[in-house]
């Protein structure tokens, strides 16, 4: 299984980004998707994760302001950031999870400027 993250890029404060990852292998029906962030220095966090069913879960810090979505046919999962902070600079990577393995994404910069 591989995944392809995209969409990162340098924003100003205040706006908006779409990330996206796409999976591509053999890959079970029943899975989650999940983006996390890193920034310098800073350990790996959960920023959203949604499973094949259409459950998400969001970090606290950003549940108000970004949607997690997923297109199951094309096992690909998508996130909607607005109202982007200086703080929400960090390497996005995109994750896939099914029973006992998970996948990892290369990783996508996103710098927010001030």
């Known amino acids: 299984v591989q995944l392809q993250a995209s969409g990162g890029g340098l924003v100003q404060a205040g706006g908006s980004l779409r990330l996206s990852c796409a999976a591509s292998?053999?890959?079970?029906?029943?899975?989650?998707m999940s983006w996390y962030r890193q920034a310098p220095g800073k350990r790996r966090d959960l920023v959203a994760a949604i499973s094949n069913s259409g459950y998400t879960d969001y970090a606290d810090s950003v549940k108000d302001r970004s949607t997690i979505s997923r297109d199951n046919a094309k096992n690909t999962v998508f996130l909607e950031m607005s109202s982007l902070k200086p703080e929400d600079t960090a390497v996005y990577y995109c994750k896939l999870r099914e029973f006992n393995d998970e996948y990892w994404g290369q990783g996508t910069q996103v710098t927010v400027s001030s």
């Open positions: 292998g053999i890959i079970s029906r029943i899975n989650v």
